[in-house]
């Protein structure tokens, strides 16, 4: 099982949908670490640990994305990754990103 | 050819006793010299004569045109929004009037405005009054110049050097002014502010404050509060279908964060000169919900006069969004708001207090509202944080 530490591979700086959103954008991590752990059948850890925060609109972006414009179902996309937040406060990300995945609904068609 | 210079003591002694006087020849050296003097003398003086004549000119000009018109804003004793919204709000759009509309005569004017007047200022206050002053930059580019700071009050001088507002002037801060600091007085920020969304600008306010009161390792959710407050001026609060009154600074944003050692409550402020909260709310996706929501809400009064005079108005349309069904598919305010709140609604004694457009609804820790309207249209949004420090989150 592979591990994705955010603030470690992507930013400590997390926020925004669109990649015009800055480098910390929901869709460019989507695209680069999330969807290749989903093409490949794989299951993930994700570290959530060392960012500043998670804004809702990339959390969103990131994860219900997958669903909604990649065309995942909910449960293929929790039961591909699994979180780690051992910070004060963090644990709560971990409830958000499972329901903007459970409340999402697709909008495209693609992936599996 | 020499220019008339004699030399009159270097005669020699004829025969019979009589003296012979002869001009002294002069070096090609020396002519040379003596031409080139001459001409600079004589082209110094037409220089001396052309400004003369310019400044003469320019005397006349200036007589027969009519003096720029002085316009002097004096902003109320108490410039603060909780405090005294109205006297605040007048003196900020008589500011934007005279910065952005002509003069009565179609002339131009100058402004003055008399900080002077402030005996007390909130950070809130301050922080719309600083945004103000950098879009009169920003349209108008230098020209500002201050006047009278040293009869500012020293505690009003002393919370706008914090935030910035001398660079914005662009004068020094007065070096005594940091020693003049008492110990239990808010101290604010530097202000930030941005057309884009910069996370790492509004995490650097966050570590500055950090410094100062232990917020950071406090709540992860006041980092995703501000930039989702950022984000929303970016994506909604400048729509380009609207023609705004006053040119704004176009997906602009301020912030800045204080900190009250007295309270031990620290402060974070964002705002944006958009059209609001309210006016943007129709083009949400979940407009026809919140209309809706409103509408069950007024039972048997329905949607007559009554009903859509409540329907209209800011605060209930600020409070409606916020307490929307957080699961908005469309992500766009539900998200945003609910990030907005977080901060609050995990640390016991914390508010937020969200003045938008003509509408102030202030956030409770139990979720609680308290909704207020105002006359006047503050000009944009402005989100304000207040925390408790070294409270337990939940």
Redesign the interface.
């Known amino acids: 099982m592979q591990t994705i530490n955010i603030a470690r591979d992507y930013?400590?700086?997390?926020?925004?949908?669109y990649p015009e959103?800055?480098?910390?954008n929901g869709t460019t991590f989507r695209e680069k670490f999330l969807l290749p752990v989903l093409k490949q059948g794989d299951v993930a850890e994700i570290v959530l640990d060392g960012?500043?925060?998670?804004?809702?609109?990339f959390l969103?972006?990131a994860f219900?994305g997958l669903v909604?414009d990649e065309g995942y179902t909910p449960e293929q996309v929790l039961n591909s990754f699994r979180f780690v937040a051992t910070?004060?406060?963090?644990r709560?990300f971990i409830g958000l990103v499972e329901?903007?995945v459970r409340?999402?609904?697709p909008e495209s068609k693609g992936g599996a | 050819m020499a220019w008339g210079i004699l030399s009159s003591s270097t005669g020699r002694r004829r025969a019979d006793g009589g003296q012979t006087n002869f001009m002294k020849r002069l070096t090609f050296r020396h002519q040379f010299w003596l031409n080139r003097r001459a001409r600079q003398v004589w082209e110094a003086r037409l220089r001396r004569r052309q400004i003369l004549l310019q400044r003469r000119q320019a005397e006349r000009l200036k007589q027969q045109s009519p003096r720029p018109q002085i316009i002097t804003i004096s902003p109320p004793a108490d410039f603060s929004f909780s405090r005294n919204y109205d006297a605040t709000v007048q003196c900020l759009d008589r500011l934007r009037r005279a910065v952005f509309e002509p003069a009565p005569d179609g002339g131009r004017s100058r402004i003055f405005l008399d900080l002077s007047t402030i005996e007390r200022v909130s950070v809130a206050g301050a922080l719309v009054l600083a945004a103000e002053i950098h879009r009169w930059r920003h349209h108008h580019g230098r020209g500002l110049r201050a006047a009278n700071i040293k009869e500012w009050h020293p505690a009003v001088r002393r919370l706008l050097a914090g935030l910035g507002f001398f660079d914005l002037l662009g004068v020094p801060v007065p070096r005594r002014m940091e020693r003049e600091r008492p110990r239990d007085e808010v101290t604010v920020l530097r202000m930030i502010s941005s057309t884009?969304?910069?996370?790492?600008l509004?995490?650097a306010l966050?570590e500055n404050l950090g410094r100062i009161a232990k917020i950071l390792?406090?709540?992860?959710?006041?980092?995703?509060a501000l930039?989702?407050a950022a984000?929303n001026a970016?994506l909604h609060a400048y729509p380009p279908d609207r023609e705004f009154v006053f040119p704004p600074v176009l997906k602009g944003w301020w912030a800045t964060a204080s900190w009250n050692p007295k309270e031990g409550v620290v402060k974070f402020l964002v705002y944006d000169q958009g059209v609001g909260i309210p006016d943007t709310l129709p083009k949400w996706a979940a407009w026809e919900r919140i209309r809706a929501n409103l509408a069950e809400g007024l039972g048997d009064i329905g949607l007559g006069d009554i009903g859509s005079t409540i329907l209209k108005n800011a605060s209930n349309l600020i409070a409606a969004a916020i307490e929307m069904d957080r699961?908005s598919?469309q992500?766009g305010h539900g998200?945003?708001l609910?990030?907005v709140i977080r901060p609050v609604t995990?640390t016991p004694g914390a508010s937020v207090r969200i003045l938008s457009g003509t509408g102030s609804v202030l956030y409770h820790h139990d979720g609680s509202l308290a909704k207020k309207d105002e006359k006047l249209h503050i000009g944009g949004t402005l989100i304000e944080w207040r925390i408790p420090v070294g409270v337990n989150?939940k």
């Open positions: 930013t400590r700086y997390p926020g925004g949908r959103d800055g480098a910390g960012a500043a925060g998670y804004p809702s609109s969103d972006e219900a909604r910070q004060p406060g963090f709560r329901e903007f409340t999402a609904k | 884009e969304l910069d996370q790492e509004l995490q966050l390792d406090q709540d992860p959710s006041v980092y995703g930039v989702e984000y970016k699961t598919l992500g998200k945003g609910q990030d995990s989150v």
